[in-house]
C-alpha cells in the first residue's frame, strides 16, 4: 500500500480494530510506510478519542469490545466522523479514497443508522468541495515541515507571510492552519483561516518542529491563545477563577466550556468555583460574555477590567440609540 494521510490511517485500523481484528504495529507500520513511534502515536490518537479500550499483548493491539461503532462511538463523534467523510467523498481526499470497501460500509451504514435517531446542527461553517488541491498542499506541508509563504485575503486586505505549518486545526466551526511565525526572531502562534488562504508555496527550507510549540499547538484551547515561550522550553500559562452563581451552576458541571475547567469547590448557596488554565485572559472573555451577569471573577484582576469596560462600553451604545417607531408605536 502506498503512503496515506493520518486520517486513513486512523480511520483503516479503528475499523480493524472493529471487526475485532489483532494489529501488528510493526506490520501496521511496513503496511503503511511509515515508522513503528507513527503508528504508535495513531494509537494514542484512537485511545485519546475513544477511551481505554485497547489491549496491548506482547505488540499485538485489539479492541475489549469488537462492536467498536456501537459501543464506544457516541452520538456526537459520530457526527464529526460523518463530516469528516463528507468532506472527503466530496473533495477526493485521501480518507475514503484507499478505504477497502467493506470497512467504508461499515462506517457509512453505522453513520446513516444513527441520522434516523438524532439530528446535528452543527456544521462547519465553509463548505471545501471546490479546494481540495488546497488541503492536499497543507497536509503536505505539515507532514514534511516545509515553510510556506501564504498569501492570505481578510476583509478584502491581502497580505502575504512566511510561517512554519504544524497542524490543520477544525476549531469553533472553521478550519484553521495553525503555524509558528516569527516577528523580530520572536515565535508566535499565528491560525488562519484555511477559507481565507488564496494560495501557498513553499519557500524551499525545511525546519525542525519545537517540542514545545508542538505541545503549545496540541493543548491550546481557543482561537485567542497566546504563544509566551520560556527558557526552560516550556510556555506561560495562568490561572482564571470564577464564581458560577447557582441559577447556571448545572450547566458548567454537565459540560467543560473548555478542556481546562475544573470545578474546584462547591458553595452553600449553590454557587461553584471553577478554575481554567489559559495562555491569555483574552481566551476567557468570550465564555464570560456568554454568562454575564452570572459569573464573578476571582481572579486575574486583568480580565474582570476587560469585562467591565466591555460592559460599560455598551450600556453607553444603547443609551444613545434613540427609540424608534414601528407602525406609529413607539418603542424604546
Not at 468555583?273 to 454575564?292: A, D, K
Request: aromatic residues 10%.
Amino acid at each position: 500500500m502506498s503512503k496515506a494521510s493520518s486520517m486513513n490511517r486512523v480511520s483503516t485500523i479503528v475499523a480493524r480494530l472493529n471487526e475485532g481484528k489483532r494489529l501488528s504495529t510493526a506490520s501496521l507500520a511496513a503496511e503503511f510506510e511509515t515508522s513503528d513511534r507513527t503508528i504508535r502515536r495513531d494509537i494514542a490518537l484512537i485511545k485519546e478519542v475513544f477511551g481505554e479500550f485497547l489491549i496491548n499483548d506482547n505488540g499485538m493491539i485489539y479492541a475489549i469490545q469488537k462492536e467498536l461503532l456501537d459501543n464506544v462511538l457516541t452520538p456526537d463523534e459520530i457526527s464529526l466522523l460523518k463530516g469528516a467523510l463528507g468532506l472527503a467523498e466530496r473533495g477526493g481526499l485521501s480518507l475514503t479514497k484507499k478505504m477497502d470497501k467493506k470497512e467504508r460500509e461499515k462506517l457509512t451504514g453505522k453513520i446513516s443508522e444513527y441520522e434516523r435517531l438524532y439530528t446535528f446542527k452543527t456544521r462547519p461553517f465553509e463548505e471545501f468541495n471546490s479546494r481540495p488541491e488546497l488541503f492536499r498542499e497543507l497536509e503536505r506541508a505539515v507532514k514534511f515541515h516545509q515553510e510556506i509563504r501564504i498569501d492570505y485575503l481578510r476583509d478584502g486586505e491581502a497580505s502575504v507571510f512566511i510561517a512554519r505549518p504544524y497542524s490543520i486545526v477544525f476549531l469553533n466551526e472553521n478550519f484553521y492552519l495553525a503555524s509558528e511565525l516569527f516577528h523580530e526572531g520572536i515565535p508566535s502562534l499565528l491560525l488562519s483561516r484555511v477559507a481565507m488562504i488564496q494560495s501557498i508555496e513553499s519557500t524551499g527550507e525545511l525546519f525542525r518542529p519545537d517540542p514545545s510549540f508542538l505541545k503549545f499547538v496540541e493543548r491550546f484551547q481557543t482561537s485567542w491563545a497566546k504563544y509566551y515561550p520560556k527558557a526552560d522550553g516550556t510556555f506561560d500559562e495562568r490561572e482564571v477563577k470564577l464564581q458560577i452563581s447557582g441559577e447556571v451552576a448545572r450547566y458548567f458541571k454537565l459540560k467543560k466550556f473548555l478542556p481546562s475547567q475544573k470545578v474546584v469547590s462547591h458553595l452553600d448557596d449553590g454557587d461553584i468555583i471553577v478554575t481554567y488554565t489559559v495562555t491569555s485572559v483574552w481566551e476567557m472573555v468570550p465564555l464570560c460574555r456568554q454568562w454575564l451577569p452570572h459569573i464573578q471573577v476571582h481572579y486575574p484582576r486583568s480580565l474582570r477590567e476587560i469585562l467591565l469596560r466591555e460592559a460599560q462600553a455598551a450600556v453607553e451604545k444603547l443609551r444613545q440609540q434613540p427609540a424608534r417607531t414601528y407602525g406609529g408605536c413607539k418603542r424604546g
